[in-house]
């Protein structure tokens, strides 16, 4: 969740969508079934640079956290804010 929140990305957006999701998404955009899978394949690939982007994160906050570049205690009390 941390790296979600420095990152700035909402954990609904990690879900894989099927493409039944992406045509309640985007009823009113008239697309055909080739124009709804292309958007299946377009969510996806981005769905997979934020799941690298918040390893990345991940990392870095690890060590940050070996490094005593922060706290638990600090990432406990600025995740209640």
Known sequence: ????????????????KT???????YEDAGLDKEGFEMMVEHVEKKR???VRLLLKERER?????????CSMSKLVNFNRE
């Open 48 to 50: 997979v640079e934020k």
């Open 61 to 69: 906050l690890a060590e940050d956290l070996r490094e005593g570049r």
């Open 1 to 16: 969740m941390e790296a979600c929140k420095r990152q700035g990305i909402d954990p609904s957006e990690l879900t894989v």
């Open 19 to 25: 493409l039944a999701d992406i045509k309640e998404m």
